[in-house]
């Protein structure tokens, strides 16, 4: 059952269940060397979205803007926009700026592609950053939006049909940790492929103390593989409720370049899946044994936690793509999800996740699309949840259930080392399954009136 029957005469949001669209084209744009995120709005926003994005990677973030006023809500904010660029510039050498628009500039209209155009036009005797931009109304979508539309339009703004091919293979991961975009790229070579992973926030968002402050951090995809990508072998895109215009249908249909789209290679299945693709793109006839010895030390940690695991009934929420690769990963170790929630809709949720767990689970879970925090405690209320699994946004109501919450994706602000989560392919999919079985033999172990100390 999808949709939200309430939302038709609700009036308000009550802790959504999503971020703000241009803060997921900010953390896009973060994932490219040399670049500056900007928004096209007012100052505050970029201050929220600095201080939600630095609370989880606990890194410096710079967010430009250009800083519009009431009177630009009237005159518009295209000499701002201009001006901002030109600051940006002038402060960070920036060999990319990424330009956002907010709610404020989508609902005067401004025209970002023409205001671009005219600054080209106006400063052209200048050494000139490439400027990509992105419309992200936050009224319409969410964080997971805004980022996904940020990686179509840095393919689609900047591949240049001229580039020469390579060997090279996009990979589009979407919105997985630093610590996940580390072990991919280790993953890809150890193929022997070259991966181009774009965003690529595994420095950017999770560097190394220095001695001297970065005003943009080291790391990212480079902008001239970003152009190259129009002469890659193939590419690979991560999300089963991406929409039509993602980055890797954009390089298949303009330069003819194969693209596997995957589920996030979460769960035994979902590693499976990548490492099928990655044999195939390879010509290996199977895994590297290394990867077979983690697939198989997962099968039997899945064999000696089933006891702690088998039937619990779990809640998911959080960002569509992640919230199907969760949903798939519970079932496929005996976990009954009950309850999936997204402030998301219209993608096709309900029915990826069928996808996802045919064959597998007994009974779907209830799937609520385009949902705050207060519809899903209302739905869970009857559900008795033993388990919670997502961002730290739903830590409250996990406490009112008395349930362990499994932080996962983005934002974490209650704990400490969200940015090196691992939740990909085996090795991710194992300390993934280790918290949950952990969290719930302390539960258990907490609620005891005796307690033990062996298990
Ligand atoms: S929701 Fe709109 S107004 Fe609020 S921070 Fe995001 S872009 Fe700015």
Known sequence: MTGNPASKNAVSTTNACKLCTPLGA??????????????????????????????????????????????????????????????????????????????????????????????????????????????????????????????????????????????????????????????????????????????????????????????????????????????????????????????????????????????????????????????ELSGLECMPRRYKLERGRLVDAYVDGHKYVFGKRAVVYGEENLVVALTAFLAEIGVQPVLVGTGAEGKGIAASIEAACEGVLPELPLVREGVDFHDIAEEAETMSPELVLGNSKGQRYARAWNAPLIRVGFPIHDRFGGQRLKTVSYEGTQELYDRIVNALIEKKQSDSPVGWGYI
């Open 26 to 279: 900010s953390l896009a744009f973060k994932g490219v060397e040399g670049a500056v995120p900007f928004l096209h709005g007012s100052q505050g926003c970029a201050t929220y979205m600095r201080r939600y994005i630095i609370s989880h990677f606990r890194e410096p973030i710079d967010i430009a803007s250009s800083a519009l006023g009431e009177k630009h809500a009237v005159y518009g904010g295209g000499p701002n926009l201009k001006k901002g660029i030109l600051n940006v510039m002038k402060k960070y050498s920036p060999s990319l700026v990424g330009v956002a628009s907010t709610c404020l500039t989508e609902t005067i209209g401004d025209d970002m592609g023409l205001i671009l155009h005219e600054f080209r036009n106006d400063f052209g005797d200048l050494d000139l950053p490439d400027v990509v931009h992105v419309s992200t109304p936050s009224y319409q979508g969410t964080h997971s939006d805004g980022f996904n539309r940020a990686v179509h339009a840095l393919v689609d703004q900047l591949a240049d049909p001229e580039a020469a091919k390579s060997e090279r293979v996009a990979l589009f991961p979407g919105m997985v940790s630093p610590a996940d975009i580390r072990l991919l790229k280790d993953i890809f070579r150890e193929y022997g492929l070259t991966p181009t992973v774009l965003p690529d926030i595994s420095e950017t968002l999770d560097g190394p103390a220095l001695e001297d402050y970065e005003p943009v951090a080291s790391g990212g995809t480079p902008v001239s593989e970003i152009k190259a990508l129009s002469g890659a072998a193939a590419s690979v895109e991560f999300g089963s409720c991406l929409p039509k215009d993602s980055a890797g249908l954009c390089l298949e249909k303009r330069f003819g370049i194969e693209n596997d789209r995957l589920r996030i290679p979460l769960g035994i299945r979902g590693a499976d899946a990548l490492h099928d693709v990655l044999c």
